[in-house]
């Protein structure tokens, strides 16, 4: 990919120096209703590829600025979440471990039949 970036800025720079080279005659280009500049064609079209090559780095910029907020945003919830489920993970070896307590302490015949209500259920 930046192989083909780099062919295509090559060759409309080339296109650009190539084009000024051959139009070296002034123009009259009209910014605002009565400001008027005059220059050759050769760096008013110069001028015009830099100022949309600049607001095409801006954007590239703020497109990037705006996908990390977003990325940030989004690894920040994941490891939120991921502490929430090593904890409730961690809260379901406790109760497991409880329950192993509690059975252990129940006397045999009980046990059987606390099994039976709760498959029941």
Do not use: C, H
């Amino acid at each position: 990919m930046r192989i083909l970036n780099f062919v295509v800025i090559f060759a409309s720079g080339l296109a650009l120096v190539l084009f000024s080279i051959e139009n070296t005659g002034l123009t009259t280009i009209q910014v605002i209703p009565g400001y008027q500049v005059q220059a050759p064609l050769a760096i008013e079209l110069i001028l015009a590829m830099g100022i949309g090559a600049t607001l095409a780095w801006l954007y590239m910029i703020w497109s990037r600025l705006t996908y990390q907020i977003s990325s940030f945003g989004k690894e920040r919830e994941l490891k939120k979440k991921e502490k929430e489920i090593e904890t409730l993970s961690q809260d379901l070896e406790n109760y497991k471990i409880q329950l192993e307590d509690q059975q252990k302490r129940l006397p045999q015949g009980e046990e059987t039949s606390e099994v039976k209500n709760s498959n029941e259920s």
